[in-house]
């Protein structure tokens, strides 16, 4: 009996030792893998001021600074500017605010937005087959705009190219009307002072648009055309 109860004793106290050497094995396995997990650092971006929609992402990061995180929380954060190249804020983003994924779409979903900076401007502009060259013209070609105006105080004719190089975003498209009432529209690319410029001469002028080459595209830099400067040149 007392054999039965020492080796009972013996067993019980292996046990326990068994036991407490898992418990320590368990806790310092724990332990590594925490460290482990809070040595893996991630960069994410925050905002430096306040972006608000419609911002591009290369000028959106520059308003961004790098920051060190745990890589588990990181999300869907911007871990790199390169991410931006060509995107656009679609929300605002506020000073301080870890800078999401989510906040930006591709340029391209925005349509013609979407090939908009700056200072630059889409425009409609109406007219028949011939000024919008309907049938020649393509989305991307640039064009001249020539006018005829007539100054006000003498009543002189003069023409002129009072627009060179402007893209075409849409080319010329019928928007209604049969046969010779047939109106055409066109969409093109301009900076806000030729909007003004383009605005005036399609209230005020004769006008037709002009195709330019594709390559190595030239102006020979004559000044306006008149009755006198015509006939001047014979």
Request: avoid cysteine.
């Amino acid at each position: 009996m007392h054999t039965y109860q020492t080796r009972n004793l013996a067993l019980a106290g292996a046990l326990a030792v068994l036991a407490l050497l898992l418990t320590v094995l368990y806790v310092a396995t724990a332990g590594t893998h925490r460290a482990a997990a809070g040595s893996t650092q991630a960069t994410v971006y925050v905002a430096t001021r306040d972006i608000p929609a419609g911002t591009s992402g290369p000028d959106a990061a520059k308003a961004m600074r790098p920051i060190r995180v745990p890589a588990a929380t990181a999300g869907d954060a911007v871990t790199s500017t390169a991410q931006l190249a060509d995107e656009v804020a679609v929300q605002p983003l506020y000073k301080g605010e870890p800078v999401s994924l989510h906040r930006f779409a591709p340029l391209r979903e925005q349509g013609l937005a979407g090939s908009l900076h700056g200072r630059l401007r889409a425009v409609v502009v109406s007219g028949d087959a011939t000024q919008l060259l309907a049938g020649s013209l393509h989305d991307g070609d640039h064009v001249d705009v020539v006018a005829s105006l007539k100054d006000p105080a003498t009543d002189r004719p003069y023409v002129r190219t009072v627009l060179r190089g402007i893209v075409v975003l849409q080319a010329s498209q019928t928007s209604g009307g049969m046969g010779s009432s047939t109106t055409y529209t066109a969409t093109v690319r301009v900076n806000d002072a030729q909007a003004q410029t383009l605005f005036y001469v399609l209230k005020n002028a004769d006008w037709t648009f002009e195709l330019r080459p594709l390559v190595d595209a030239g102006d020979s830099g004559v000044g306006a055309t008149s009755f006198q400067t015509l006939m001047a040149a014979h």
